[in-house]
Protein backbone atom coordinates (compact mmCIF):
# COMPACT_ATOMS: atom_id res chain seq x y z
CA UNK A 1 0.00 0.00 0.00
CA UNK A 2 1.25 2.95 -1.20
CA UNK A 3 1.91 6.85 1.02
CA UNK A 4 1.66 9.37 -1.00
CA UNK A 5 3.42 12.90 0.66
CA UNK A 6 1.84 15.80 0.81
CA UNK A 7 2.86 17.15 -2.49
CA UNK A 8 1.88 14.29 -3.81
CA UNK A 9 -1.66 14.33 -2.46
CA UNK A 10 -1.89 18.01 -3.22
CA UNK A 11 -1.21 17.10 -7.19
CA UNK A 12 -4.09 14.43 -7.10
CA UNK A 13 -6.67 17.23 -5.74
CA UNK A 14 -6.59 19.90 -7.45
CA UNK A 15 -8.96 22.90 -6.25
CA UNK A 16 -11.51 23.43 -9.17
CA UNK A 17 -11.75 19.60 -10.00
CA UNK A 18 -12.02 18.93 -5.77
CA UNK A 19 -14.98 21.55 -5.95
CA UNK A 20 -16.74 19.78 -8.51
CA UNK A 21 -16.20 16.93 -7.07
CA UNK A 22 -17.45 18.21 -4.08
CA UNK A 23 -21.00 19.48 -5.68
CA UNK A 24 -21.57 16.23 -6.93
CA UNK A 25 -20.91 14.96 -3.48
CA UNK A 26 -23.54 16.81 -1.68
CA UNK A 27 -26.24 16.25 -4.18
CA UNK A 28 -25.60 12.61 -4.11
CA UNK A 29 -25.38 12.24 -0.61
CA UNK A 30 -28.04 9.72 0.12
CA UNK A 31 -25.53 7.04 -1.33
CA UNK A 32 -23.05 7.46 1.36
CA UNK A 33 -22.97 6.56 4.80
CA UNK A 34 -21.10 8.77 7.53
CA UNK A 35 -21.44 7.99 10.81
CA UNK A 36 -20.93 10.38 13.21
CA UNK A 37 -17.12 11.54 13.67
CA UNK A 38 -15.19 10.07 17.37
CA UNK A 39 -13.74 13.19 18.88
CA UNK A 40 -11.38 12.61 21.58
CA UNK A 41 -10.24 15.75 23.59
CA UNK A 42 -6.18 15.43 23.95
CA UNK A 43 -3.66 17.22 26.31
CA UNK A 44 -2.44 20.93 25.42
CA UNK A 45 -6.02 22.03 23.70
CA UNK A 46 -5.68 18.85 20.90
CA UNK A 47 -8.35 16.96 19.77
CA UNK A 48 -7.77 13.46 18.24
CA UNK A 49 -10.83 13.17 15.30
CA UNK A 50 -11.17 10.07 13.31
CA UNK A 51 -14.22 10.13 10.95
CA UNK A 52 -14.75 6.96 8.35
CA UNK A 53 -17.02 7.41 5.47
CA UNK A 54 -18.19 4.76 2.73
CA UNK A 55 -20.32 4.45 -0.52
CA UNK A 56 -21.02 1.78 -2.62
CA UNK A 57 -17.29 2.02 -4.52
CA UNK A 58 -15.01 3.87 -2.23
CA UNK A 59 -14.51 3.35 1.47
CA UNK A 60 -12.46 5.61 3.65
CA UNK A 61 -11.18 6.99 7.03
CA UNK A 62 -9.60 9.87 8.16
CA UNK A 63 -7.51 10.09 11.36
CA UNK A 64 -6.24 13.98 12.70
CA UNK A 65 -4.96 15.23 15.75
CA UNK A 66 -5.31 19.03 15.81
CA UNK A 67 -3.28 20.97 18.34
CA UNK A 68 -3.77 24.83 18.35
CA UNK A 69 -1.08 25.83 20.18
CA UNK A 70 1.87 23.86 17.94
CA UNK A 71 2.09 26.89 15.81
CA UNK A 72 4.48 28.61 18.73
CA UNK A 73 6.55 25.18 18.69
CA UNK A 74 7.41 24.81 14.69
CA UNK A 75 5.09 22.00 14.56
CA UNK A 76 1.88 21.88 12.41
CA UNK A 77 -1.19 22.34 13.89
CA UNK A 78 -3.11 19.62 12.24
CA UNK A 79 -1.90 16.13 11.44
CA UNK A 80 -3.09 13.21 9.67
CA UNK A 81 -3.61 10.25 7.37
CA UNK A 82 -6.58 9.22 5.08
CA UNK A 83 -7.04 5.32 4.44
CA UNK A 84 -8.52 4.52 1.15
CA UNK A 85 -10.18 1.46 0.34
CA UNK A 86 -12.42 -0.23 -2.77
CA UNK A 87 -15.87 -0.73 -0.99
CA UNK A 88 -16.17 -4.01 -2.80
CA UNK A 89 -13.18 -6.28 -1.63
CA UNK A 90 -11.69 -4.26 1.24
CA UNK A 91 -8.23 -3.79 -1.33
CA UNK A 92 -6.40 -0.66 0.16
CA UNK A 93 -5.96 1.99 -2.50
CA UNK A 94 -3.39 4.17 -0.62
CA UNK A 95 -2.87 6.56 2.57
CA UNK A 96 -3.04 10.15 2.13
CA UNK A 97 -1.78 12.84 3.65
CA UNK A 98 -4.55 13.77 6.11
CA UNK A 99 -3.49 17.15 6.99
CA UNK A 100 -3.47 18.32 2.95
CA UNK A 101 -6.50 16.33 2.90
CA UNK A 102 -8.22 18.54 5.04
CA UNK A 103 -6.71 21.41 3.59
CA UNK A 104 -7.63 21.27 0.36
CA UNK A 105 -11.14 20.00 0.46
CA UNK A 106 -11.83 22.30 3.19
CA UNK A 107 -10.78 25.17 0.50
CA UNK A 108 -12.52 23.92 -2.19
CA UNK A 109 -15.31 23.68 -0.07
CA UNK A 110 -15.76 27.54 0.41
CA UNK A 111 -14.65 27.66 -3.55
CA UNK A 112 -17.51 25.91 -4.39
CA UNK A 113 -19.92 27.91 -1.57
CA UNK A 114 -18.06 31.44 -3.17
CA UNK A 115 -18.67 29.80 -7.32
CA UNK A 116 -22.57 29.61 -5.89
CA UNK A 117 -23.38 32.25 -3.60
CA UNK A 118 -20.81 34.87 -3.75
CA UNK A 119 -22.71 38.58 -4.90
CA UNK A 120 -19.31 39.27 -6.48
CA UNK A 121 -16.73 36.47 -6.97
CA UNK A 122 -14.07 38.59 -8.70
CA UNK A 123 -13.33 40.48 -5.94
CA UNK A 124 -10.91 41.49 -3.87
CA UNK A 125 -10.13 38.74 -1.07
CA UNK A 126 -9.26 39.28 2.96
CA UNK A 127 -7.70 36.79 4.89
CA UNK A 128 -7.69 36.44 8.64
CA UNK A 129 -5.25 34.14 9.97
CA UNK A 130 -1.79 32.86 7.95
CA UNK A 131 -1.78 28.80 8.84
CA UNK A 132 -2.27 26.16 6.39
CA UNK A 133 -6.49 26.57 5.73
CA UNK A 134 -5.34 30.12 5.28
CA UNK A 135 -3.20 29.21 2.35
CA UNK A 136 -5.11 27.00 0.86
CA UNK A 137 -8.12 28.82 0.61
CA UNK A 138 -5.68 31.67 -0.62
CA UNK A 139 -4.45 29.26 -3.59
CA UNK A 140 -8.16 27.74 -4.18
CA UNK A 141 -10.01 31.35 -4.60
CA UNK A 142 -6.66 31.85 -7.15
CA UNK A 143 -7.28 29.04 -8.93
CA UNK A 144 -10.91 29.11 -9.13
CA UNK A 145 -11.82 32.03 -8.96
CA UNK A 146 -8.77 34.57 -10.65
CA UNK A 147 -8.43 36.50 -7.69
CA UNK A 148 -6.22 38.99 -8.13
CA UNK A 149 -5.35 40.63 -4.83
CA UNK A 150 -5.24 39.72 -0.98
CA UNK A 151 -4.85 41.33 2.21
CA UNK A 152 -3.61 39.40 4.73
CA UNK A 153 -4.21 39.99 8.36
CA UNK A 154 -2.47 37.71 11.55
CA UNK A 155 -1.73 38.48 15.14
CA UNK A 156 1.92 36.87 13.64
CA UNK A 157 3.48 39.20 11.64
CA UNK A 158 6.14 36.83 10.41
CA UNK A 159 3.61 34.62 8.87
CA UNK A 160 1.26 37.24 7.53
CA UNK A 161 4.29 38.43 5.36
CA UNK A 162 5.12 35.00 4.16
CA UNK A 163 1.39 34.62 2.97
CA UNK A 164 1.79 37.35 1.13
CA UNK A 165 4.91 36.35 -0.39
CA UNK A 166 3.23 33.22 -1.49
CA UNK A 167 0.42 35.18 -2.71
CA UNK A 168 2.97 37.23 -4.96
CA UNK A 169 4.54 34.14 -6.28
CA UNK A 170 1.15 32.79 -7.45
CA UNK A 171 0.77 36.31 -9.52
CA UNK A 172 -1.31 37.63 -6.84
CA UNK A 173 -1.29 41.35 -5.68
CA UNK A 174 -0.69 40.76 -1.66
CA UNK A 175 -0.50 43.67 1.48
CA UNK A 176 -0.33 42.86 4.87
CA UNK A 177 -2.80 45.09 7.43
CA UNK A 178 -2.76 44.90 11.47
CA UNK A 179 -6.56 45.21 11.52
CA UNK A 180 -8.98 42.74 9.47
CA UNK A 181 -11.67 45.87 9.70
CA UNK A 182 -9.81 48.19 8.04
CA UNK A 183 -10.01 46.30 5.02
CA UNK A 184 -13.91 45.62 5.07
CA UNK A 185 -14.40 48.09 2.57
CA UNK A 186 -11.92 47.23 -0.22
CA UNK A 187 -12.77 43.48 -0.38
CA UNK A 188 -16.24 41.29 -1.38
CA UNK A 189 -14.36 38.29 -0.27
CA UNK A 190 -13.41 37.20 3.39
CA UNK A 191 -11.74 34.38 4.38
CA UNK A 192 -11.18 33.10 8.18
CA UNK A 193 -9.22 30.85 9.39
CA UNK A 194 -7.95 30.70 13.11
CA UNK A 195 -8.35 28.96 15.91
CA UNK A 196 -9.45 31.88 18.66
CA UNK A 197 -11.72 31.71 20.94
CA UNK A 198 -12.50 35.35 20.76
CA UNK A 199 -14.39 37.20 17.45
CA UNK A 200 -11.92 38.32 14.95
CA UNK A 201 -14.35 39.92 13.01
CA UNK A 202 -17.33 41.69 14.07
CA UNK A 203 -20.24 43.65 12.52
CA UNK A 204 -21.34 45.32 10.29
CA UNK A 205 -19.80 43.94 7.03
CA UNK A 206 -20.92 45.39 3.34
CA UNK A 207 -23.95 44.14 2.35
CA UNK A 208 -22.23 42.28 -0.88
CA UNK A 209 -19.30 40.44 1.14
CA UNK A 210 -19.11 36.68 1.78
CA UNK A 211 -17.27 35.82 4.60
CA UNK A 212 -15.91 32.04 4.66
CA UNK A 213 -15.38 31.04 8.30
CA UNK A 214 -13.22 28.09 8.85
CA UNK A 215 -11.36 28.27 11.61
CA UNK A 216 -13.58 27.43 14.75
CA UNK A 217 -14.45 23.91 15.12
CA UNK A 218 -15.74 23.54 18.59
CA UNK A 219 -18.97 25.36 20.49
CA UNK A 220 -16.73 27.12 22.85
CA UNK A 221 -14.64 29.02 19.82
CA UNK A 222 -15.82 31.29 17.84
CA UNK A 223 -14.24 33.80 14.96
CA UNK A 224 -17.17 35.92 14.45
CA UNK A 225 -19.36 38.00 16.54
CA UNK A 226 -23.00 37.28 17.36
CA UNK A 227 -23.64 40.84 16.07
CA UNK A 228 -22.47 39.77 12.80
CA UNK A 229 -24.17 36.51 12.53
CA UNK A 230 -27.33 38.24 13.32
CA UNK A 231 -26.97 40.37 10.25
CA UNK A 232 -25.77 38.15 7.71
CA UNK A 233 -27.68 34.87 5.67
CA UNK A 234 -26.22 32.05 7.24
CA UNK A 235 -25.32 28.98 4.96
CA UNK A 236 -23.72 25.85 6.46
CA UNK A 237 -21.57 22.46 4.67
CA UNK A 238 -23.45 20.33 7.00
CA UNK A 239 -26.82 21.49 9.85
CA UNK A 240 -25.91 18.43 12.14
CA UNK A 241 -22.16 19.27 11.94
CA UNK A 242 -23.05 23.48 12.70
CA UNK A 243 -25.50 22.27 15.55
CA UNK A 244 -22.52 20.36 17.41
CA UNK A 245 -19.67 22.51 16.60
CA UNK A 246 -20.10 25.88 14.98
CA UNK A 247 -18.88 27.99 18.00
CA UNK A 248 -19.94 30.73 16.20
CA UNK A 249 -23.39 29.70 15.31
CA UNK A 250 -23.77 28.04 19.03
CA UNK A 251 -22.83 31.56 20.13
CA UNK A 252 -25.05 33.56 18.50
CA UNK A 253 -28.03 31.38 19.34
CA UNK A 254 -27.44 31.24 22.86
CA UNK A 255 -26.79 35.20 22.92
CA UNK A 256 -30.50 35.14 21.84
CA UNK A 257 -29.41 36.83 18.36
CA UNK A 258 -29.61 34.54 16.34
CA UNK A 259 -31.58 31.08 15.32
CA UNK A 260 -30.65 27.99 13.60
CA UNK A 261 -33.99 28.05 11.27
CA UNK A 262 -32.06 30.68 9.18
CA UNK A 263 -29.40 28.52 8.87
CA UNK A 264 -29.48 26.91 4.61
CA UNK A 265 -27.47 23.49 4.27
CA UNK A 266 -25.19 24.13 1.06
CA UNK A 267 -26.29 21.09 -0.73
CA UNK A 268 -30.25 22.99 -0.38
CA UNK A 269 -29.17 25.63 -2.48
CA UNK A 270 -27.41 23.56 -4.76
CA UNK A 271 -30.12 21.44 -5.35
CA UNK A 272 -32.51 24.44 -6.24
CA UNK A 273 -33.98 23.29 -2.76
CA UNK A 274 -33.87 27.26 -1.21
CA UNK A 275 -33.86 30.54 -2.76
CA UNK A 276 -30.63 32.82 -3.08
CA UNK A 277 -29.81 35.05 -0.14
CA UNK A 278 -29.74 38.34 0.54
CA UNK A 279 -25.93 39.44 1.93
CA UNK A 280 -24.06 39.50 3.69
CA UNK A 281 -23.72 35.99 3.42
CA UNK A 282 -21.46 33.70 6.02
CA UNK A 283 -20.98 30.28 5.02
CA UNK A 284 -19.69 28.19 8.05
CA UNK A 285 -18.10 25.24 7.53
CA UNK A 286 -16.78 22.79 10.58
CA UNK A 287 -15.76 19.53 7.86
CA UNK A 288 -17.40 15.99 7.38
CA UNK A 289 -16.08 13.03 6.14
CA UNK A 290 -18.06 13.16 3.11
CA UNK A 291 -16.18 15.51 1.66
CA UNK A 292 -13.12 13.88 2.41
CA UNK A 293 -14.61 11.08 0.47
CA UNK A 294 -15.02 12.68 -2.66
CA UNK A 295 -11.36 14.16 -1.97
CA UNK A 296 -10.22 10.03 -1.94
CA UNK A 297 -12.31 9.84 -5.16
CA UNK A 298 -10.73 12.26 -7.32
CA UNK A 299 -7.42 11.31 -5.74
CA UNK A 300 -7.89 7.43 -6.87
CA UNK A 301 -10.17 8.20 -9.85
CA UNK A 302 -13.20 6.30 -8.76
Known sequence: MRLYTAAETARRLPYPALAERLREALLERARAQVPERLAVPLAARGVLLAMPAADPELAMTKLVTVHPDNAAQGLPTIQGEVVALDARTGVRLGVLDGATVTGR?????????????????????????????????????????????????????????????????????????????????????????????????????????????????????????????????????????????????????????????????????????????PGPLVFKSVGHALFDLAACHLAFGR
Open 105 to 277: RTAALSLLAAQTLAPEPDGALLVVGAGVQARAHLEAFRAGLGTERVLVASRTQERAEALAAHARSLGMAAEVIRDPHDALGRVSLIVTATTSARPVLRAPLPERAMVCAVGAFRPEMAELSPELIAGASVVVDTLEGARSEAGDLIQAAAAGLWGWERATPLEALLAGEAHPL
